[in-house]
């Protein structure tokens, strides 16, 4: 099952919507480190419509508690920093597709760790970033065609 992480997620509604993609494409979500809001927040729940209960989420404390429970191996991290275009990353069906926070990105240690393994959605030049629920639709939608195509 492919499994999406959010490193420190900042706003609600990006959450949601996120979770809500996760329950559509059958992936887990992952929620790690300090959050900018309560898991009880009304917009979170209301982001992931009446689809929350529904959905797979974990929680990870910190980032380091996080990074003891996967397999590194299995980490396509994505980051507007990245080298390589997010079409190019080689999807399984394990895979961990991990964020970062919507100010800050994904933290530059975890850039650092795993700089062969972070990609970036391509944008027109003058475009900063995309949104964090866009971001990750976009990534995970690409796993699920890559992986149905047996690539």
Same mark, same amino acid.
């Given at each position: 099952?492919?499994?999406?992480?959010?490193?420190?997620?900042?706003?609600?509604?990006?959450?949601?919507?996120?979770?809500?993609?996760? %329950?559509?494409? !059958?992936? $887990?979500?992952?929620?790690?480190?300090?959050?900018?809001? +309560?898991?009880?927040?009304? /917009?979170?729940? #209301?982001?992931?419509?009446?689809?929350?209960?529904?959905?797979?989420?974990?929680?990870?404390?910190?980032?380091?508690?996080?990074?003891?429970?996967?397999?590194?191996?299995?980490?396509?991290?994505?980051?507007?920093?990245?080298?390589?275009?997010?079409?190019?990353?080689?999807?399984?069906?394990?895979?961990? %597709?991990?964020? !970062?926070? $919507?100010?800050?990105?994904?933290?530059?240690?975890?850039? +650092?760790?795993?700089?062969? /393994?972070?990609? #970036?959605?391509?944008?027109?030049?003058?475009?900063?970033?995309?949104?964090?629920?866009?971001?990750?639709?976009?990534?995970?939608?690409?796993?699920?065609?890559?992986?149905?195509?047996?690539?």
């Amino acid at each position: 099952m492919l499994r999406v992480a959010l490193i420190e997620p900042e706003i609600p509604g990006n959450t949601g919507n996120i979770g809500r993609t996760c %329950l559509a494409a !059958g992936a $887990e979500l992952h929620l790690v480190g300090r959050l900018g809001f +309560e898991l009880s927040e009304r /917009r979170l729940r #209301r982001a992931g419509l009446d689809y929350w209960d529904k959905v797979s989420v974990h929680r990870h404390g910190t980032i380091a508690d996080f990074l003891r429970q996967i397999d590194d191996a299995q980490v396509l991290a994505f980051s507007a920093e990245g080298a390589r275009e997010h079409w190019d990353a080689p999807y399984a069906a394990d895979s961990w %597709l991990v964020f !970062g926070s $919507e100010s800050r990105g994904l933290p530059e240690p975890l850039r +650092e760790r795993w700089r062969e /393994r972070t990609y #970036r959605v391509p944008m027109n030049p003058g475009a900063r970033s995309l949104n964090l629920s866009s971001a990750a639709a976009v990534v995970l939608y690409e796993a699920c065609r890559s992986l149905r195509r047996g690539r």
